[in-house]
């Protein structure tokens, strides 16, 4: 088997789609954990147009981008396939990654927004979102959105709700309400409890408590550039 590296950061949702789709195709790889604040002179190499993790190396050619790479990764090693074999469906599926992509714009609002109004208005525009895939994504008689297998919008969406879920203890604040997302909420459960998620999710504590400080060196830095 050809060598296999990932670059990443161990907290990021990204580099989490990548190590969960690695470790369900029982692939080998070297991990590579980066510094945000000081990159490798091979991650800058390999991704030199956005410069961010994660990269997928593979034989010495470099994937970048977490959702290219987990298609990749797919189509390599066709075990515990992600994508579905039917063209429409595996149309819909894509659709839905992409719809789940598109939420990192409020997710990130909701982490930088001030307590008070501004965060329930950054909570409300999350729900909206949130809205849309309880009622036109998830399917309660399934147990994950690829039916009794997980599949590529598990993986996509698992990280962003994952995230979501720190945010919450981060910021004391409940998002994914069961009363208020019960497929949501179910679907979840069903998808952290799966033994390969389980045993490759980081710590919820110590996700929390390195988080808290590493957003606010990130906004450090962001207002003194």
Not at 90 to 119: M, N, P, T
Not at 199 to 214: G, H, I, M, S, W
Request: hydrophobic letters at 40%; one cysteine or more; aromatic letters at 12%.
């Amino acid at each position: 088997m050809a060598e296999v590296k990932l670059h990443g950061f161990w907290y990021s949702p990204y580099t989490l789609r990548v190590v969960w789709t690695l470790n369900l195709k029982g692939i080998p790889y070297e991990n590579i954990e980066e510094d945000r604040f000081n990159k490798s002179p091979l991650l800058l190499q390999y991704n030199p147009i956005h410069k961010k993790t994660p990269v997928l190396v593979h034989d010495g050619k470099p994937i970048c981008e977490s959702m290219i790479i987990v298609e990749y990764i797919d189509e390599i090693w066709p075990q515990n396939t992600l994508l579905p074999a039917d063209p429409y469906d595996r149309a819909q599926a894509r659709f839905w990654v992409k719809y789940v992509d598109e939420l990192i714009s409020v997710i990130v609002a909701f982490l930088h927004s001030k307590v008070g109004e501004e965060r329930e208005k950054a909570r409300e525009n999350l729900w909206e979102r949130l809205r849309v895939i309880e009622d036109q994504c998830l399917d309660d008689r399934k147990t994950f959105y690829g039916g009794d297998t997980i599949n590529i919008v598990d993986i996509a969406l698992g990280s962003f709700i994952k995230f979501i879920e720190v945010q919450e203890d981060m910021f004391k604040v409940k998002i994914l309400q069961s009363e208020r997302f019960p497929r949501l909420h179910l679907w979840f459960n069903n998808f952290k409890d799966a033994p390969v998620i389980k045993e490759n999710t980081p710590d919820q504590e110590k996700l929390v408590a390195f988080l808290n400080p590493l957003i606010e060196k990130i906004k450090a830095v962001k207002a003194s550039s």
